[in-house]
């Protein structure tokens, strides 16, 4: 092409241009040239996979009846224009979710239908609407995908977000039921940690060994689960009194989640705050605890992901509940998709990945005891 070619070609378009502006505003010719880059990318594909993975205890792990040496995981993989995404689901089995069914969750979906990965408000309403509960599988496709996005845009998702590192919580270190001799042996393991989290609510004999052993070894402050182990309001009051002057800090769950009349009670005369668990599952189930609670303990794993997780710390500070971000037993995967949100959040339990011997990925570093987020795009995690 010739320079006066190219020149007649300039004008001719600069004229057809300055007639389309005439005709259009602004916004419809940022329409008009999006829904172009729309086509070009029409026949690029979002293909998800998965895997079957178990992740192995360093410890057994025993809360409130049930222990365990491994924890059932699916690795997951969402794929796109030569980008590739890192989801996980964990199913510790007192949730009811397992390989088989998470595997079976996911074969249903089709996400191909979906022209861009940007899209993750229909895919995920889409994700939820195709059966009831499977929050894990859900959560398995929301943090690929995320992590996917994260990646095309070249950005970790607490600088999406907006969110400042400098505000993440110290992440607990959680030590479970077990003799005397083992809990003080994982209480100076736990040296690093400036959080310990015990769990609770067997009886009042364990119970009260389990902090006495610990407060033997450290004064470390304490975040005290009693993963609903206290029956009757009147005892949970006492304990909770009872932990107040051991240099505990907040009680999770203390009461069975149907109890919420008599948590609403304890909660008003607790020293402590009281902070649901198994009572928050997804968004719609905190604006029910509101007065009966005084916040809420967020789990991706729990709400199907990233995405609600986000919604649910805005819904609960508008509702002016405190808030906890925890996990499961998981890899760096998972551990560090919910670290994005940790810098809106009072306190954290993401130690899931500090507890299996055989993690996958490589991400979040706890640094000093306090949850340190890296520049890695998408969830911050690289696979091993
Ligand atoms: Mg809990």
């Not at 570093?365 to 911050?380: M, Q, S, Y």
Request: charged share 20%; aromatic share 8%.
């Amino acid at each position: 092409m010739n320079n006066i070619t190219t020149r007649r070609n300039f004008i001719k378009s600069a004229g057809l241009l300055t007639a389309a502006a005439a005709i259009l505003n602004p916004f419809e010719i940022f329409a008009q040239s999006r829904s172009s880059a729309a086509k070009k990318t029409a026949e690029k594909k979002l293909t998800l996979s998965w895997v079957p993975f178990d992740a192995k205890l360093r410890h057994p792990f025993t809360i409130s009846g049930f222990t365990r040496t491994t924890t059932p995981i699916v690795l997951t993989e969402i794929t796109w224009d030569g980008f590739t995404g890192y989801g996980e689901a964990a199913m510790p089995p007192y949730l009811g979710e397992t390989q088989a069914s998470v595997m079976e969750f996911l074969k249903k979906l089709d996400l191909s239908k979906f022209s861009s990965p940007f899209q993750i408000q229909d895919i995920m309403n889409y994700v939820d609407s195709v059966a009831l509960n499977n929050t894990a599988a859900k959560a398995a496709v929301d943090i690929a995908l995320h992590d996917l996005v994260g990646k095309i845009m070249g950005q970790p998702w607490w600088k999406i977000w907006g969110f400042n590192p400098a505000t993440t919580p110290n992440t607990s270190f959680t030590i479970g039921l077990d003799t005397e001799e083992v809990v003080k042996i994982k209480t100076l393991e736990a040296s690093p940690y400036k959080v310990i989290k015990v769990k609770l609510g067997v009886n009042e004999k364990t119970d009260k060994m389990m902090v006495d052993t610990i407060r033997s070894v450290t004064n470390t402050i304490i975040c005290v689960d009693a993963n609903q182990g206290w029956k009757d309001k009147h005892y949970a009051l006492d304990m909770i009194h009872w932990l107040n002057e051991r240099n505990v800090n907040m009680i999770e769950q203390p009461m069975p989640k149907l109890l919420l009349d008599e948590t609403a009670w304890l909660s008003e005369k607790s020293p402590l705050p009281v902070i649901a668990d198994e009572a928050c599952q997804r968004l719609t189930d905190i604006p029910k605890l509101k007065g009966a609670y005084h916040g809420v303990n967020i789990k991706l794993m729990k709400c199907t992901g990233m995405r609600e997780a986000r919604e649910m710390v805005s819904l609960a500070k508008a509702l002016h509940m405190r808030i906890m971000i925890g996990c499961m037993t998981e890899t760096s995967c998972a551990i560090s998709a919910a670290a994005q949100i940790a810098p809106e959040t009072e306190w954290a339990d993401l130690d899931g990945n500090l507890l299996i011997s055989n993690d996958m990925f490589e991400g979040m570093k706890i640094v000093e005891g306090k949850i340190t987020l890296n520049e890695l795009a998408g969830i911050g995690a690289i696979k091993l």
